[in-house]
């Protein structure tokens, strides 16, 4: 009798830990699966068999999500969900941005200084395993998981997963901009496209050989310029424009961070919360047709992101070789996610967050294992090696398909 009812006792703890492994199956591989369909779906539409989503099309359609759906998907949820004392209680979610980042950044310079990848990829092979996607990815995989109304996170699932991501992609963007954007720098006097072409020797004249006395200095239109330049006085207006080319304000505060920045300030004064982003608001109309735009930005993303993998990786991968290529991937998705998983665990140990809330913690997770930011390409646009990091974002956007539903099931066993 006593081994009987043993026995079931054992019966019963397998029969609810294989339901628990189930229910974590359900909630992180199910999203995942939406989203590779949705991919999916973009990939056939910018296919040549029916060419809907063509490369211009694609570009219209991301430009439209960066500057319109995805910023009024942040401004209605985050400042719906923000108040000044949760910003005093999320306070760790910056700061874990930035220990990723750092965590991120060394395990890129340990690994690159092991496999050595070719000339100038450094310092490209450790931004692209250091730097992962806080922002449209984490967004994509918590709508996914919040369709369901049978989630672990319960009602307030999708305005407080977003609210929680939308407010650390403001220092994302800074570190995108200031730390990625030195980082990405091509070689003193050259760039990513002449270190790969042939190289030429400078034609001299004849003429000037021999008779070096007769090529000027400076030519006229140069002298007169300088003249000019050296003339007049930098005007205010002059030294505002330096300094915001220097800072690079354009590129930090682009539609999603100013989007951020005005919800954290309307949110947290009881007096325009009131006006704009309550339910019973006069200018609720404003809040609620952000809120019926933002709907519209999951879709679109994943639509943009399938068309974009019908081009492949292009001559990117050739540039980097396999080698830096495979490396970056494993570090990415599978060395930098433990280190994150012990940053968090860590901090959760020393307090340093709201207790018994785990859509905080589930969302730190997720900062620390996604792939590779897919910003990180436009500020590679932007120092000349847009190729090699197309190939980067092609590749291990499609291993991550495989690694997120695997840390996704580790992270909800963890925390349910």
Same mark, same amino acid.
Request: glycine share 16%.
């Given at each position: 009798m006593a081994e009987r009812s043993l026995m079931g006792i054992l019966m019963e703890e397998s029969s609810s830990s294989s339901a628990s492994l189930l229910a974590a199956l359900r909630f992180s591989v199910l999203p995942i699966v939406k989203v590779f369909t949705v991919c999916f779906m973009g990939f056939l539409m910018a296919s040549k068999y029916v060419n809907?989503? /063509? /490369?211009?099309?694609? $570009?219209?359609?991301?430009?439209?999500? #960066?500057?319109?759906?995805l910023p009024c998907l942040i401004f209605s949820e985050l400042g719906r969900a923000i108040t000044l004392e949760k910003i005093l209680q999320w306070w760790f979610i910056p700061i874990n941005v930035i220990l990723g980042s750092i965590s991120g950044s060394i395990i890129g310079l340990v690994v690159a200084s092991i496999i050595r990848p070719p000339y100038p990829y450094f310092k490209f092979t450790i931004i692209h395993i250091g730097i992962g996607n806080i922002g449209n990815i984490p967004l994509v995989l918590l709508a996914a998981i919040?369709?369901? @109304?049978?989630? /672990? #996170?319960?009602?307030?699932?999708?305005? +407080? %997963?977003?609210?929680?991501?939308? #407010?650390?992609?403001?220092?994302?963007a800074i570190i995108l901009y200031t730390y990625v954007y030195q980082m990405l720098a091509p070689p003193p006097g050259e760039t990513y496209d002449s270190i790969h072409e042939p190289k030429l020797l400078p034609t001299i004249t004849l003429e000037d050989e021999i008779y070096p006395e007769k090529v000027p200095l400076l030519t006229p239109a140069e002298s007169e310029t300088e003249t000019a330049v050296s003339a007049t006085e930098p005007t205010l207006k002059d030294r505002w424009n330096y300094l915001v080319e220097k800072l690079k304000l354009k590129q930090i505060f682009q539609p999603p961070i100013t989007a951020s920045v005005l919800a954290i300030v309307i949110g947290v004064i009881p007096f325009l919360k009131k006006l704009i982003l309550t339910d019973d608001a006069p200018f609720f109309f404003f809040t609620d047709s952000c809120l019926i735009l933002g709907e +519209?930005?999951?879709?679109?993303? =994943?639509? +943009?992101?399938? %068309?974009?993998?019908?081009? &492949?990786? &292009?001559? %990117?991968? $050739?540039? =980097? %070789?396999?080698k830096t290529m495979a490396a970056i991937i494993f570090a990415r998705l599978l060395l930098v996610p433990p280190v994150g998983l012990g940053i968090v665990t860590l901090a959760d140990k020393l307090n340093l967050f709201p207790k018994d809330d785990k859509m905080f913690k589930f969302v730190l997770l997720l900062q620390h294992s996604m792939p590779t930011?897919? =910003?990180?390409? +436009?500020?590679?646009?932007?120092? &000349?090696?847009? $190729? @090699?990091?197309?190939a980067i974002l092609f590749w291990v956007h499609i291993f991550a398909v495989f690694s997120m539903a695997g840390w996704m099931i580790l992270f909800l066993r963890i925390l349910f």
């Open positions: 809907i989503l /063509p /490369p211009n099309g694609r $570009k219209l359609l991301n430009g439209l999500v #960066f500057s319109l759906l919040c369709r369901d @109304e049978t989630n /672990p #996170f319960g009602d307030t699932c999708s305005q +407080a %997963g977003t609210a929680y991501i939308s #407010f650390g992609q403001w220092v994302g +519209a930005m999951i879709p679109c993303i =994943l639509l +943009a992101l399938g %068309g974009n993998l019908v081009d &492949g990786p &292009g001559v %990117g991968s $050739k540039r =980097l %070789g396999l930011s897919v =910003l990180s390409g +436009a500020v590679s646009n932007l120092r &000349g090696c847009a $190729k @090699e990091s197309a």
